[in-house]
């Protein structure tokens, strides 16, 4: 299942952090493209290798690989995670929150790929770590929410709970794989543990969120049912 859209009626401010961060990521795919052979110089020298992390270097490179990107399939399919799920986040928790939700849950998911491979000396690109938070908290707070899924070359809507499980299977099923090989941890491919580790950091601070609303929202006196 492939998300091409959700429900977006209860959006009442404009997901300007969303756009930005796609224009970000868009900006530095174009300058690596522009950079021809050297392109991998550039990975090599701003991607997060676990190794250096582990060993207490390099410590930056957790930030500046979430914007960078291997292919134009990679950056493709993370944009469009970002632009469909993203504007509901934002606007549940306001721009700046979701600057800062982005940026931390995309760390935690860095750090649990490192965790994962503390030897791989392979750099790690790519937002998808931070979108996986924003899965996690799109699914605690709007569940039922409608997505626009295509299936093969059919369109058909399902609840987010179902697309959004569904996606998190895969990538806790590929993660739990990766433990039990471990030699192949080490040998490149889709960084599965950053994934679970952004989603599951995503869902924790979405639950808290939501509780948070809910608390606000209800009046002094009387407990929400």
């Known amino acids: 299942m492939f998300p091409i859209g959700d429900d977006n009626q209860d959006i009442t401010t404009a997901p300007v952090v969303?756009?930005?961060?796609?224009?970000a990521n868009v900006l530095v795919f174009i300058y690596q493209l522009s950079l021809g052979d050297r392109v991998q110089v550039f990975i090599n020298d701003w991607g997060a290798i676990p190794w250096k992390i582990a060993g207490g270097e390099r410590l930056t490179t957790l930030v500046?690989?979430?914007?960078?990107h291997g292919g134009?399939?990679?950056?493709?399919?993370?944009?469009?995670?970002?632009?469909?799920?993203?504007?509901?986040?934002?606007?549940?928790?306001?721009h700046l929150r979701f600057f800062i939700f982005y940026m931390v849950t995309g760390l935690v998911a860095g750090l649990?790929?490192?965790?994962?491979?503390?030897?791989?000396?392979?750099?790690?690109?790519?937002?998808?770590?931070?979108?996986?938070?924003?899965?996690?908290?799109?699914?605690?707070l709007f569940r039922s929410n409608r997505v626009r899924v295509l299936v093969g070359y059919w369109v058909t809507q399902v609840p987010a709970w179902a697309m959004i499980g569904f996606w998190?299977?895969?990538?806790?099923l590929a993660t739990y794989m990766s433990i039990a090989r471990t030699e192949q941890t080490d040998t490149g491919g889709v960084?599965?543990?950053?994934?679970?580790?952004?989603?599951i950091a995503g869902a924790v601070i979405g639950l808290v969120a939501g509780r948070r609303r809910v608390s606000r929202d209800v009046p002094v006196g009387r407990s929400p049912l």
């Open 18 to 23: 969303t756009w930005s961060l796609i224009a």
């Open 64 to 68: 500046t690989s979430m914007f960078m």
């Open 72 to 94: 134009f399939a990679h950056i493709f399919g993370n944009m469009l995670f970002l632009k469909v799920f993203g504007d509901n986040v934002e606007d549940r928790f306001g």
């Open 112 to 140: 649990a790929q490192v965790y994962l491979s503390p030897k791989s000396g392979i750099p790690g690109v790519g937002a998808s770590g931070a979108i996986s938070g924003i899965l996690g908290a799109y699914i605690v």
């Open 168 to 172: 998190a299977a895969q990538q806790f």
């Open 191 to 199: 960084a599965y543990a950053a994934h679970a580790g952004g989603f």
